[in-house]
């Protein structure tokens, strides 16, 4: 858990907003939600808590392409949570509300975007195209699954692109963030709250 401040101006001006550093039994549900997700449907980190055989899937589902893996798969991870909790609770993550405008400026630097020739009023217009989600086109405000930071240098987010999307394509103009705390985060922490008035 070491890693660098982010060398982009505008990825560093991120975290320049704010953020904190909670266990994960201590996130809201839907942070959870998110994590748990990531770490062990899309990923295997956190394998060893669902037994993916007794997954709720109608035999006739091919991929995950179909809305019904979706629907078993988050019905799964809804049941599992008290056990992610469980096993996973003392795991710190670093949480936070951004603007939009903000992250679309981080990623309009994203080395994929660069590469494509794409300027930041592209970036923007790009993500204010309506879009689909797992057959869904809108998130209502409350409860919304965070997007996951990337550590990486040439990226902006690690997963979530898509809810991302959707979120900015309906008029969100902040959006939740989570991401993995190394130690340049916790220094960061530290000089925010001490330039922070007390109350």
Avoid: C
């Avoid at 797992?134 to 699954?145: I, V």
């Avoid at 922490?189 to 330039?195: L, P, T």
């Amino acid at each position: 858990m070491s890693g660098e401040r982010p060398k982009r101006e505008e990825k560093l001006n991120l975290f320049e907003q704010g953020f904190e550093i909670v266990p994960y039994r201590d996130l809201p549900t839907a942070y959870q939600m998110a994590i748990a997700w990531y770490m062990a449907i899309n990923g295997e980190a956190w394998d060893d808590v669902i037994n993916h055989d007794k997954v709720n899937i109608p035999e006739d589902v091919e991929n995950s392409d179909d809305p019904r893996w979706h629907e078993g798969y988050k019905k799964a991870v809804t049941d599992h949570l008290p056990k992610f909790v469980k096993k996973y609770g003392k795991i710190e993550f670093g949480i936070a509300t951004w603007t939009a405008e903000s992250l679309i400026s981080s990623i309009s630097g994203d080395d994929t975007f660069k590469e494509d020739g794409i300027d930041l009023g592209g970036t923007r217009a790009a993500f204010h195209k309506p879009m689909q989600n797992y057959f869904t086109t809108e998130y209502p405000m409350e409860n919304r699954w965070p997007v996951i930071m990337s550590s990486f240098e040439d990226e902006t987010f690690q997963d979530g692109w898509h809810r991302f999307h959707i979120y900015v394509a309906n008029g969100h103009e902040d959006i939740p963030v989570v991401f993995y705390p190394e130690d340049w985060h916790f220094e960061m922490k530290a000089e925010i709250d001490a330039r922070t008035p007390k109350i």
